[in-house]
């Protein structure tokens, strides 16, 4: 397999973790954002999105990209474990939390947008870090909200089951620790966060242990 991916990407974090919970491994081929690698021709072509993550899973396969469409797919290829419930409620309920974080949050606050409202819109760094606390904040309370209030809410975001909401959870609280959001109003929410990063599969994909990342952001 061969990853595109970068230490710092949340999506490519969200597939990473996937990788290693079905003890699965990949070449990871670094895309640098901060210097712009996603815009090169030569991943264009990988990605006309400009976009990380991409996979190819056999060589001469074709490219696989989005992180939710990407571990869908090793989820119905490498089904140990699951990472959607089979319950088509459950399954539902998975769905529609991943896609609070990876269709509704995430997608606010990625470079392409921040370079938008940096030089484009001209907004200072202390608007665009409203801005970008604004969103992380739409998710993280639609999160907590849910959590807290349903029933099928246990150990994990769906029961006692590590899904896809507990991988998109977890990557968007790591990009709150980034951008300095406090994650202090949402219990919930670091329950099942501190919760999955017990494990290893969790732990190890972590974007600051990642090669080439700093030691704090
Ligand atoms: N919805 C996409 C988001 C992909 C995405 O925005 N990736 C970011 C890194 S986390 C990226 O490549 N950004 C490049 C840019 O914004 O120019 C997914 O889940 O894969």
Not at 27 to 33: A, K, Q
Not at 78 to 105: F, I, M, Q, Y
Not at 131 to 145: D, Q
Request: with cysteine; aromatic share 8%; charged share 25%.
């Amino acid at each position: 397999m061969k990853f595109f991916s970068w230490w710092r990407s949340l999506a490519s974090f969200r597939v990473r973790i996937a990788l290693n919970l079905k003890g699965l491994s990949a070449d990871v081929i670094n895309i640098d954002l901060l210097q712009g690698q996603q815009r090169e021709e030569s991943y264009r072509k990988v990605n006309p999105q400009m976009l990380i993550p991409a996979l190819i899973d056999e060589d001469g396969g074709p490219v696989l990209f989005q992180s939710m469409a990407i571990m869908e797919y090793l989820d119905d290829v490498h089904p140990h474990p699951n990472l959607l419930p089979s319950e088509p409620l459950a399954r539902a309920r998975v769905r529609g939390l991943s896609g609070v974080v990876s269709s509704d949050s995430h997608p606010l606050i990625v470079p392409r947008v921040r370079e938008y409202l940096e030089h484009e819109l001209k907004l200072d760094e202390e608007a665009r870090t409203k801005w970008i606390h604004h969103w992380l904040g739409a998710g993280m309370r639609a999160f907590e909200t849910n959590l807290a209030n349903s029933k099928d809410t246990g150990r994990y975001c769906q029961g006692d089951m590590i899904t896809m909401a507990d991988i998109c959870l977890v990557s968007h609280a790591v990009g709150c620790n980034f951008f300095k959001y406090d994650l202090a109003p949402y219990p919930t929410v670091r329950r099942i966060v501190e919760t999955c990063m017990q494990e290893d599969a969790f732990a190890r994909a972590h974007p600051l242990k990642q090669p080439g990342a700093p030691a704090v952001v």
